[in-house]
């Protein structure tokens, strides 16, 4: 583990009841706003999962507080939510999800799965980290099985640069973490050199709707 992936994990795991404080304000401040994000990740997955086999089994990296299990379940999947962070961990397991403790950049995957998805988890990694992760990912999946996962984009007017920040707005929690931005290019080689075919990808959220990477890569 790098030491941003571990400094970043570390203040998940301090201020995980901040993280949930300021999702929910910002919520509140904006519903409109967030109904519509919600609902476009929701479409966004169900396009990711088109001719997939009914019910697939989905391991979900990174759950927090499992906000997106229910929406997952709404598509027909049979979820396991996970998350690096005891804290959150412990917030999931008050809410009958029965999570799974699972840091994938220090532990190899449990099970087989339908679909590996990651919902703003690998952002917080180094290109090194998210390279030795891949592997597992890719042997924990079924052939067929598909990894969905978005990561920050600097292909975008004026690029971003990567660092350790604490983002204003939404994901402003009072602490600073680890993010890290990819070209475009350069993520898809970096998944096909893995193994896999990256079946679909798009850009999205943010002022320039580009923000974030979106892929779906399949295990052939």
Same mark, same amino acid.
């Given at each position: ?36 994000? /919600? ?38 999947? /049979? !979820? ?70 978005? !990561? ?23 602490? !600073? ?7 475009? $290019? ?14 679909? $990808? ?7 709707? /580009? ?10």
């Amino acid at each position: 583990m790098s030491k941003e992936n571990r400094g970043t994990l570390e203040v998940y795991e301090a201020m995980a009841i901040d993280w949930i404080s300021c999702q929910t304000r910002k919520h509140k401040e904006e519903p409109a706003k967030f109904a519509k994000k /919600r609902e476009a990740k929701r479409t966004r997955i169900f396009r990711f999962m088109e001719g997939m086999s009914p019910n697939p089994l989905v391991l979900e990296i990174g759950s927090g507080a499992g906000d997106d299990v229910s929406m997952l379940e709404s598509l027909g999947c /049979r !979820v396991q939510p996970s998350d690096g962070a005891q804290s959150f961990v412990n917030i999931m397991e008050k809410k009958g999800l029965h999570p799974m403790l699972l840091d994938v950049s220090q532990k190899r995957i449990p099970g087989t799965w339908d679909a590996i998805i990651a919902n703003h988890v690998f952002i917080h990694m180094t290109e090194e980290d998210f390279k030795r992760i891949l592997p597992k990912i890719y042997g924990a999946l079924r052939p067929g099985g598909r990894f969905i996962f978005n !990561v920050g984009n600097r292909d975008s007017e004026g690029g971003r640069s990567s660092g350790w920040m604490d983002l204003p707005g939404f994901h402003h929690i009072g602490a !600073v973490r680890y993010f890290h931005y990819w070209k475009n $290019y350069h993520l898809i080689q970096c998944v096909e050199e893995a193994g896999f075919i990256v079946k679909k $990808y798009e850009v999205d959220g943010g002022e320039d709707n /580009r923000r974030w990477i979106e892929i779906c890569a399949i295990k052939p």
